[in-house]
């Protein structure tokens, strides 16, 4: 389930807040749990201002709360703020978008929108062992991105969460860095590499080789959707 911290608090000095938190970004590259941050102002109470914060899970939430530059973030703001801050734990219940992402021309016409999207900024993060996988949702098709940290193996480390003897996911996309090799039930195998592109069909063990993560795309929707979450 997806978690939600948001906090409030009051401040003449919200500049400085600002640059902590650009301190904050630079300094947990890499570490940092969140998915999404926004920090609004409140138009009927001046100088009050909400900060909300999004992460794939609660666990996840902890996970960056327990970070040294969060604990060093939430005392500088204590100290920036007129009043001790608020803060609200939250479990996301339900999401609804109802934009229309179709645009009119000069003419009339209704031509299909344009929707991007950065992975950098995912809507979802699954983290299994030695597994990242971050999935960005495009108009309702689900893309992903991949990332394998060296000693990661399907059967040891996704099979444990999906419960099946072999991958029963459909890959389809392409390899940015490192080494993954795959195994197929049938006996057949191949090595994926930067710059590679796969089709990988059910049922099949994979592994990374050499010292490096391996991080690919995959463009798969209903895979991206799926994969890594417990069967049925």
């Known amino acids: 389930m997806r978690f939600i911290q948001m906090f409030e608090f009051t401040t003449t000095r919200i500049d ?14 890499g570490r940092r749990r ?33 970070l040294p530059e969060t ?13 001790p801050p608020r ?3 939250l479990d996301l219940v339900r999401t609804d978008e109802f934009a229309d992402r179709s645009w009119t021309t000069p003419r009339g016409a209704i031509v299909p929108g344009l929707a991007k999207k950065s992975f950098s900024d995912p809507d979802e993060v699954r983290t299994p062992e030695k597994t ?24 040891e ?14 890959h389809v996309g392409a390899v940015v860095s490192g ?19 796969y089709v990988i069909e059910p049922g099949h063990d994979a592994w990374v080789t050499g010292s490096a993560p391996y991080v690919g795309y995959e463009f798969e ?7 890594a979450q417990p069967c049925g």
């Open 132 to 155: 990242r996988l971050e999935v960005v949702s495009l108009d309702g098709v689900k893309a992903a991105r991949l990332t394998l940290q060296p000693g990661w193996r399907w059967s």
């Open 221 to 227: 929707p209903t895979t991206a959707e799926t994969y």
């Open 157 to 170: 480390c996704i099979r444990p969460v999906v419960g099946t003897d072999s991958c029963q996911a459909r």
């Open 16 to 29: 400085e807040v600002d640059a902590l938190m650009e301190k904050w970004v630079a300094q947990s590259e």
């Open 71 to 83: 604990a060093e973030l939430a005392q500088r703001l204590a100290e920036l703020s007129e009043e």
């Open 34 to 66: 969140v998915d999404r941050s926004v920090l609004t102002a409140d138009r009927d109470r001046p100088q009050t201002y909400v900060q909300i914060v999004e992460f794939a899970s609660y666990e996840e939430a902890m996970q960056n709360s327990a």
């Open 179 to 197: 080494q993954l090799h795959v195994v197929h039930d049938d006996g057949a195998d191949v090595e994926l590499n930067a710059g590679d592109a």
């Open 87 to 89: 803060f609200h734990n």
